[in-house]
């Protein structure tokens, strides 16, 4: 499967911005999603994931209460809503794509996009 993200811009502290990751070339109701970002000089790390369906979401406590993530099978899109930004927010987003695991692991992850970057400044 090809994703595609987008979204992706600058904003000011407390603003919000709503990513896009599109997806091409196989069932994308297959698959569970997931967002995931890089900071200069840092790992990559886990932002949230949604199952296959839709009906299960999960998010770490560093985004809980501020991003949302959801889809749109119909549309083969999986989004995350930002919100309340943080300087610590700025980073490239990376949405994923798995065939069998709704996790938080990098390595569960079969597809990659090819990042989005947010920036958040005061």
């Known amino acids: 499967v090809q994703l595609q993200a987008s979204g992706g811009g600058s904003v000011q502290v407390g603003g919000s911005l709503r990513l896009s990751c599109t997806a091409s070339g196989r069932t994308f109701s297959n698959y569970h999603m997931g967002w995931f970002r890089q900071a200069p000089g840092k790992e990559r790390e886990f932002v949230g994931a949604?199952?296959?369906?839709?009906?299960?979401?999960y998010l770490p406590n560093s985004v809980k209460g501020r991003f949302t993530i959801s889809r749109d099978n119909a549309k083969n899109t999986v989004y995350l809503q930002m919100g309340s930004l943080k300087p610590e927010d700025t980073a490239v987003y990376y949405c994923?794509?798995?065939?069998?695991?709704?996790?938080?692991?990098?390595?569960?992850?079969?597809?990659w996009g090819q990042g989005t970057l947010v920036t958040v400044s005061s």
């Open positions: 994923a794509a798995s065939i069998s695991q709704f996790s938080l692991l990098r390595q569960d992850y079969n597809y």
């Open positions: 949604i199952t296959s369906s839709g009906s299960s979401t």
